[in-house]
């Protein structure tokens, strides 16, 4: 026998279910995550990027309870991932390590995508950032960083500058020099950071930027001369190295990685990612593990990086146009 409900009933339900409904996008905003979060990294394994993504990553799935996973995408000056990403869903399962390289690509591979990242990712927060050591091979008789500059207006067109490759921020670091300095020295690209590094010890090129991991054994072995970092003031690592901007006013570069969500995500989910990427940052073991490889973990929050991937948009963008700066 069927029974009906009284009508009262059925319009008390009724007048219920706008408000019920309207609470749904809500439950669900606050369930996140409630499966696994998976961080893409431009970058192959091995690397100080994906060593950092691999810590913050792990500090991160204990503050979410379910597991972080990190997926390597490389390619295309780490646009093969940061594409991924800004064409995912915005639903806080799928995020990226963007780099400085997002703030170079805009100008210098406009073809690239994605071609506006501050539109097409939400920023998350600031993971780390470093600078980089001026150094030259033994060879050169150069001890400062003035001293390089007064070799080199003296021997135009002598001086070979190593890097890894057109466009990469120790490249567009160079430029700068060269720009501010007004000096005739020679970039020589390579494919890496590995065969420039391997050229640089031999002598073949007698100097190059790099980040304090990759100059340490070049450094340690005394092959090559450190001279001044692009930190604005002296590493612990590094006390005897004064900062460039003692020689250069207002010289000052920094590699900088920070998290980001495809453009879209809710704002809950942004903030709760951001909140656990802080404790990631700011975890002393981590601070501890990768201070050990020359690197500066930040705790900035989602405006910090959005206001750092601008300037530096700007500020690359500028350069690169300035100098002609192509892709050979």
């Known amino acids: 026998?069927?029974?009906?409900?009284?009508?009262?009933?059925?319009?008390?339900?009724?007048?219920?279910?706008?408000?019920?409904?309207?609470?749904?996008?809500?439950?669900?905003?606050?369930?996140?995550?409630?499966?696994?979060?998976?961080?893409?990294?431009?970058?192959?394994?091995?690397?100080?990027?994906?060593?950092?993504?691999?810590?913050?990553?792990?500090?991160?799935?204990?503050?979410?309870?379910?597991?972080?996973?990190?997926?390597?995408?490389?390619?295309?000056?780490?646009?093969?991932?940061?594409?991924?990403?800004?064409?995912?869903?915005?639903?806080?399962?799928?995020?990226?390590?963007?780099?400085?390289?997002?703030?170079?690509?805009?100008?210098?591979?406009?073809?690239?995508t994605p071609r506006d990242p501050g539109r097409e990712l939400d920023p998350i927060g600031m993971v780390f950032r470093t600078p980089f050591i001026l150094h030259v091979h033994e060879s050169l008789p150069v001890r400062t960083t003035a001293e390089l500059v007064d070799y080199?207006?003296?021997?135009?067109?002598?001086?070979?500058?190593?890097?890894?490759?057109?466009?990469?921020?120790?490249?567009?670091?160079?430029?700068?020099?060269?720009?501010?300095?007004?000096?005739?020295?020679?970039?020589?690209?390579?494919?890496?950071?590995?065969?420039?590094?391997?050229?640089?010890?031999?002598?073949?090129?007698?100097?190059?930027?790099?980040?304090?991991?990759?100059?340490?054994?070049t450094l340690r072995d005394g092959v090559t001369r450190g001279l001044s970092v692009t930190a604005p003031t002296r590493l612990a690592d590094y006390p005897n190295l004064p900062p460039i901007n003692e020689t250069i006013p207002g010289f000052e570069v920094f590699f900088w990685q920070g998290l980001f969500a495809p453009a879209g995500t809710p704002a809950a989910v942004i903030e709760r990612a951001g909140a656990a990427l802080r404790a990631a940052t700011e975890d002393p073991a981590n601070r501890a593990r990768l201070a050990e490889q020359g690197v500066e973990l930040l705790s900035g929050d989602a405006e910090t990086l959005r206001r750092t991937l601008a300037e530096d948009t700007t500020r690359w963008g500028n350069l690169i146009r300035e100098a002609g700066i192509r892709l050979e």
Request: hydrophobic share 45%; net charge positive.
């Open 1 to 112: 026998m069927q029974r009906t409900m009284p009508r009262r009933t059925i319009l008390a339900a009724g007048l219920g279910l706008p408000a019920l409904a309207s609470s749904w996008p809500a439950l669900a905003q606050g369930a996140w995550p409630n499966r696994a979060v998976t961080v893409v990294e431009g970058y192959p394994p091995g690397g100080v990027t994906d060593l950092a993504s691999r810590a913050v990553s792990d500090r991160m799935a204990r503050e979410f309870g379910v597991p972080v996973v990190v997926e390597n995408r490389p390619g295309a000056a780490t646009s093969v991932a940061a594409t991924y990403v800004a064409r995912a869903r915005p639903d806080g399962y799928t995020l990226v390590m963007g780099t400085t390289t997002l703030a170079i690509n805009t100008t210098l591979q406009p073809t690239l």
């Open 152 to 217: 080199a207006r003296a021997n135009p067109g002598k001086v070979l500058f190593a890097s890894p490759g057109t466009g990469a921020v120790s490249h567009l670091c160079l430029e700068l020099f060269k720009a501010r300095t007004g000096i005739d020295i020679v970039h020589v690209p390579y494919r890496g950071g590995a065969p420039a590094a391997l050229d640089l010890r031999a002598g073949r090129v007698h100097a190059m930027f790099q980040a304090p991991q990759e100059a340490a054994p």
